[in-house]
């Protein structure tokens, strides 16, 4: 038995798999939960599924955050008779739990039945895929537009309150524990020169200019499925942050993900170029699906992926200077990688904004 496998076994027996499980192995790339593929005979067929360790230290609210993903997942289910792929499905645990927790160490787990024939990508290669991401991230937005039951639990409140982001990175470099501000001055100083711009979408969103909707907030391009061989965009994944948002902030952090092809975290930022090509196939993908944008949703789009590169950003350079607290990484010096390939971005963005917004039009 694998060490994993022997690791995790106790935690699996809580759900009911309907057969052997043969192999646990880490899975994706996310930087929040810890994901694993699952591998279970079947009476002879190897089935595969999720298996995640609900991160706490973010999500401290479990059962109201499943019950927000058991909303979202029945609606759109519902909504696409047939296709199982369309929606994540919750393997429920053995006594009818969507959540099982453990009471040795009060970790949460959960699990998914894995979609197959398909596969998330942490970086675009081809304008196609821009589309196909963000058709399916507009549809995902569309279906969510009638969820019934009332507002979505808060799962992380004031997420994209850009505005108090930047408050939290001013408070985290005024005590700079780690004394790291020194070698980060000068993405430092591009951050102090944006503040002005963090405030558009809070405001608007504050005075009714732009409506509330139910939104995902977290739509990097490796939390959406394409099929493997149509390329379609067939399953938005990641639930953790639905919740009342603006579209802006999803559509933002399709543009911050989707517009170039190199790494979130790489290094030579001569590899980091804005592609236009992306984005124009972004905004065709997206006003595909997305049918129902106000006129100051639409106005803002070019400006929304700005502001969520900037954002995100900046959480990068705030978790940096605080010690790597929030973002999973793995080699030293990967939060502020990260962080210089966004404002590598959002200067870049910001060049070319006049090309940007002509395209919208
Ligand atoms: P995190 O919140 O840490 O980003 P995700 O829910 O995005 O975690 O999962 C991490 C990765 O696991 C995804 O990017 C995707 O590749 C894979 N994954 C998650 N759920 C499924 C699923 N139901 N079927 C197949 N792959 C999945
Ligand atoms: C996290 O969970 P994941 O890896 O899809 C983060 C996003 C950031 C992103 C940056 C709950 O997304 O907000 O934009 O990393 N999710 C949370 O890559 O904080
Ligand atoms: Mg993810």
């Known amino acids: ?13 809580n759900f009911d798999l309907r057969g052997v499980v043969t192999k646990v192995e880490p899975w994706g790339s996310g930087h929040i939960n810890d994901t694993y593929r699952v591998t279970v005979d079947q ?27 058991q909303r979202v997942t029945r609606h759109i289910a519902a909504r696409n008779p047939g296709d199982s792929r369309a929606a994540l499905t919750i393997v429920p645990t053995t006594t009818g739990e969507a959540f099982y927790r453990n009471p040795a160490d009060n970790s949460c787990w959960r699990v998914y039945l894995f979609i197959e024939g398909a596969k998330t990508y942490d970086a675009v290669t081809d304008p196609s895929q ?20 009332g507002p979505l639990f808060e799962s992380i409140v004031d997420f994209h309150h850009t505005p108090k982001r930047f408050q939290k990175f001013l408070k985290v470099l005024k005590e700079d524990k780690l004394g790291r501000a020194a070698e980060c001055k000068k993405e430092i100083d591009f951050a102090l020169a944006r503040e002005k711009e963090c405030t558009i979408v809070v405001e608007e969103l504050a005075d009714g200019r732009l409506p509330a909707r139910v939104t995902h907030n977290d739509t990097k391009i490796n939390n959406v ?8 965009g067939i399953c938005v994944i990641d639930l953790d942050t639905c919740m009342p948002g ?10 911050r993900t989707t517009t170039m092809t190199a790494a979130e975290d790489e290094p030579d930022l001569s590899k980091v170029v804005f592609d236009i090509k992306l984005f124009e196939a972004l905004v065709q993908g997206y006003l595909s699906s997305a049918t129902f944008l106000t006129a100051e949703e639409k106005r803002l789009l070019p400006f929304s992926g700005r502001l969520l590169t900037f954002e995100c950003g900046l959480r990068f350079l705030t978790d940096y200077l605080e010690g790597d607290v929030y973002f999973k990484t793995h080699r030293p010096g990967q939060n502020l990688d990260r962080n210089r390939t966004q404002f590598e971005l959002v200067r870049q963005m910001e060049a070319q904004d006049a090309a940007m917004q002509a395209l919208i039009k």
């Open 43 to 69: 009476s002879g067929l190897a089935v595969h599924y999720i298996l995640q360790g609900i991160n706490q230290n973010i999500f401290p609210n479990v059962p109201k955050l499943m019950e927000n993903i």
């Open 225 to 232: 499925m394409l099929d493997d061989q149509t390329g379609e």
């Open 130 to 149: 821009a589309y196909q991401a963000a058709r399916a991230f507009g549809k995902f937005q569309c279906a969510l537009a009638d969820l019934p039951g």
């Open 1 to 13: 038995m694998s060490d994993l496998l022997e690791k995790l076994a106790g935690v699996l027996a």
């Open 246 to 255: 603006s579209v802006l902030y999803d559509f933002g952090d399709e543009i």
